[in-house]
Structures are given as C-alpha cells and as structure tokens.
T-cell receptor, first 112, second 111 residues
Framework: EAGVTQFPSHSVIEKGQTVTLRCDPI?????LYWYRRVMGKEIKFLLH????????ESGMPNNRFLAERTGGTYSTLKVQPAELEDSGVYFC??????????FGSGTRLTVV | KQEVTQIPAALSVPEGENLVLNCSFT??????LQWFRQDPGKGLTSLLL?????REQTSGRLNASLDKSSGRSTLYIAASQPGDSATYLC??????????FGTGTRLQVFP
C-alpha cells in the first residue's frame, strides 16, 4: 500500500507570507494527525482528524494555523501569516483505530 | 499528564555492540507504545508497536520490551551496524489518541 505522502518536502518563505502544507494519508485510514518538531524540542501533537471532523485540536499553537480535511481524504495545514518561530518539521500521520501510526516524511518549513 | 523521557540522549558505539535504549513514561495506563526511527532529513519509520497487553515485540535484530508497572520500555539492538545510526524515538498515545513523544536517543554506530 502507498504510504503517507506529504508535500512539499521543503519550503522556505519570508515572515508574513502564507504557506500550505498537504498530507495524503493511507487510503482507508480515518485518523489523520499533524505533528511538529521545532529545533531542539520533541515532536508535539498539533491536531487529530477523524474523517473530516476535528477530533482534537488542542495542540494548535494559535489562530494563524488552520487545518482542513476535505471529504475525509487529504488534509492541508495553512500557516498565515508565518512567523519565524513556525520554522520546523511538520509531520503527518495516519492510523486505523487501535493500530500503529504511519508517518509521512515531513515538510521542513523555514521562515526567514 | 503523560511525560515520556528517553535516555541516553546520545550514544556512540563501535559496530557489533549490543545496545539498550531506554524509554520511561509517567502514566502507566497506556494503550500501546511505539518505537520509531528517524534518519536525518527523513520522516519517522515505525519499528515496533507493543500493545499494552504484550510484554515484548521482536523484529530482526530489534527487540522492544514493555513493563507498564514500572513505566518503562527498552529497545534492544543486537549486533549494531553503521546503518543503524539514526535518532530513535518512543511514543505512546493518550486516551484521545494523540502521541506523546520522547526527546529521542541519537545513535551513532561507527565502523
């Protein structure tokens, strides 16, 4: 089966610009998650979708971050406007309930 | 609040050694525990998943054990190779399903 796909793999943007990250989960996985790792810190949860519904968005840093999951398939994470502290690696993962997680290769975001 | 700690933070060993990486968690009421590997600039690769009812899982040269009562999991790597060099992460989900990660152990195996 195809894995979790994320794009772009890298993005360099200026402070104040907008960036949209995309994640395509494994087909049939209702659960989709976004995580982030900023420099020197552990990977932290951002939010969790079950199909198209947000199950838990307690990890979203602030209202500059907007996540959507159209039709319960792929998901996008938009940062608008981007700030320097948003730099990091953004991971997407999907899972079947009660099973392990499959992660994508991540999007490395650099805000300059 | 679940906290996950990994020691050591970094480890450098010669090829061929057997290794033990440690993962501790504060809340023993876990659902499962998963070990991942992250290569530089790459995503997370799942290595082993241990359900709460299991004591260990094995895959090739890797063996992961789980002791819920003591809040610990260990990842044992037998006969280490340079290709094992990576960051190893353990993670466990909270009841809401979100994973709590440790800070990782950065492993370097030199020839």
């Amino acid at each position: 089966e195809a894995g979790v796909t994320q794009f772009p793999s890298h993005s360099v943007i200026e402070k104040g610009q907008t960036v949209t990250l995309r994640c395509d989960p494994i087909s049939g996985h209702d659960n989709l998650y976004w995580y982030r790792r900023v420099m020197g810190k552990e990977i932290k949860f951002l939010l969790h979708f079950v199909k198209e519904s947000k199950q838990d968005e307690s990890g979203m840093p602030n209202n500059r971050f907007l996540a959507e999951r159209t039709g319960g398939t792929y998901s996008t994470l938009k940062v608008q406007p981007a700030e320097l502290e948003d730099s990091g690696v953004y991971f997407c993962a999907s899972s079947l309930q009660g099973r392990g997680y499959t992660f994508g290769s991540g999007t490395r975001l650099t805000v300059v | 609040k679940q906290e996950v700690t990994q020691i050591p933070a970094a480890l450098s060993v010669p090829e061929g050694e057997n290794l033990v990486l440690n993962c501790s968690f504060t809340d023993s009421a876990i659902y499962n525990l998963q070990w991942f590997r992250q290569d530089p600039g790459k995503g997370l690769t799942s290595l082993l998943l241990i359900q709460s009812s299991q004591r260990e899982q094995t895959s090739g040269r890797l063996n992961a054990s789980l002791d819920k009562s003591s809040g610990r999991s260990t990842l044992y790597i037998a006969a280490s190779q340079p290709g094992d060099s990576a960051t190893y992460l353990c993670a466990t989900p909270l009841h809401t399903d979100k994973l709590i990660f440790g800070t990782g152990t950065r492993l370097q195996v030199f020839p």
